[in-house]
């Protein structure tokens, strides 16, 4: 439903600035550089959970969307939607924490807007959060810069949110000690920017996971891109609970985690600067971006040395994850 | 509950350049002029009134809080929370709709995010929509330059857009004439404030109606301000509603109106622009900002003679108008 109603606004609008690959807007103001701009609702249920919360999640995604194209986050605006007879101890968390989150990515919240519905016209309370930011010199070259031979990586083990927000909701009584990868990830790839030139591609792999990330680029650039299974970064905890629910990690949304497209000699420099920047998280190449023939589609060299094509999720595998 | 919320959020948040007198932020980005930033989220009930829906509602909210700030709305966000089980007939509507208010106010949409929650989760649709624009030079000089003697003037006839979302909750199933006033006035305000220059402060008197955004002057001046009752333009069928139900038209909120501060010797040229631009509107001066002692206050003086209080609107008098 989701993807058939973003595509109605995309066909609907007929705008052609207004790309459905992208998480943000790229605007150019004349003589003044490059602005991007973007926007993003939370729905995420439960409210708390263990790594994180609807705030800072809220502010994790939207600045996490402006680093994706190469913006340095400035500003970030804050609308609530809340439910009437909200606790207001559990409003004051939320904000405390989206004051934490904001501080910690460097982003001043400017502007906000609060509306309440009555009871049982929201689910407690959704958060809306804009952003802007402007680009920077070493953005990303962008999807049709990529190339066959580019290396594919990912800045750190994946599929904790999915997770931590699934055990939260008490599905995965056995899920204790995992935490949501929830973080603002700008201030890493600032650095990485400027340090390694000739990034081709940047993308947080969200809802849909790395598995929806990675279709899209396939899709727009007609390439393959092969995965090398043996090689993606699983932590145990996430495995085991991936396993017995029968959920591909590949589709698990990640809120702390990116991926970086670039060529091939580039991927030890870039492994390194997010190994420095992040002790914890363990970056990986996973893959290579391949030739392919007409239709670009992302393959998985498993551990029992097959094939398998990993397809675009089918609308929404696991609902309100963010 | 929404005033508490919301001193709540600027309280913790603890941000000097997040004003709560203002319903857009200005950035100075350097060397690269002012941009103008603002957010709102949209629950209106119903979702289609006489005059406008949801979706336009939404592009001219934004829109206008942009206008106000003195900034030409340059691109907006577009941002659903959809329940479940929403017919597409009715998204496509909203849609169209967004899409015929945007082109008419001139500004794009360059980003989107679409959420679906489960059915009994939200009230169908809620928009939120953001919007940036640069500020121009001829942006309002601010409340800090209000001063006794000048003018208040009003765009046009108020409180249609309250009477008319009553009417469709069918509240007042003896209006049936009576449409929103809602509608971008960003272009409007463009030419005013490039052809009369001085014009001190600009506000859309939206929920709370002209009583919760002259009241908010008046605290910020320590200033008073004088309205004359005989000069206020309320539409009959407004009037008329407004007295069965016992509502104060002052306090009703309005879509497509704005407020203008500005030195008394401009009062005429203001009326007269406003006037070219929107022949059936009916601009007027209907007040005079006067000295005070301590405290400001908005005074009203009634057609008997007499003169009463109008007191900031204690809580949300409507909910869900916008």
Known sequence: MRKLL????????????LREEDDAAVL??????????????????PLFFPGGDIGHLAVCGTVNDIAMM??????????????????????????????????????KIVTGDTKVVEKGQA??????????????????TGWRDVRPGDAVIISGTIGH???????????L?????????????????????????????????????????????????N????????????????????EILGLDPLYLANEGRFIVVCPPEKAGEVIQLIKEENPEIKPAKIGTVKPADSRGRVALST??????????????QLPRIC
């Open 28 to 45: 150019s103001a004349s003589g003044k550089g490059e602005l991007v701009f973007t926007t993003d609702s939370f729905v995420v249920q």
């Open 6 to 17: 973003h595509e109605k606004v995309f066909s609907m609008l007929d705008n052609s600035s």
């Open 161 to 171: 949110h999915g997770v931590a927000v699934l055990a939260a909701r008490n599905e």
């Open 173 to 221: 009584p056995f899920v204790t000690e995992l935490k949501s990868d929830a973080a603002p990830v700008n201030k890493t790839v600032e650095k990485l920017l400027e340090k390694v030139p000739k990034i081709r591609w940047l993308r947080d792999p969200t809802r849909g996971g790395v598995a929806a990330a990675l279709n899209e680029l396939a899709e727009q650039t």
């Open 303 to 316: 551990n029992y040395g097959s094939s398998r094509i990993i397809d675009m999720p089918s609308g929404e």
């Open 70 to 107: 190469g913006g340095v986050p400035e500003a970030l605006s804050l609308a609530f939607i809340i439910e009437s007879g909200l606790p207001l101890e559990i409003f004051e968390k939320i904000i405390e924490s989206i004051k934490q989150t904001a501080e910690k990515a460097g982003a």
């Open 123 to 140: 689910d407690k309370i959704y958060i809306n959060t804009s952003g802007i930011g402007w680009k920077s010199g070493q953005a990303p």
């Open 223 to 242: 390439l393959e891109i092969e995965l090398d299974e043996a090689a993606i970064p699983v932590a145990e905890d996430v495995r085991g609970a991936a």
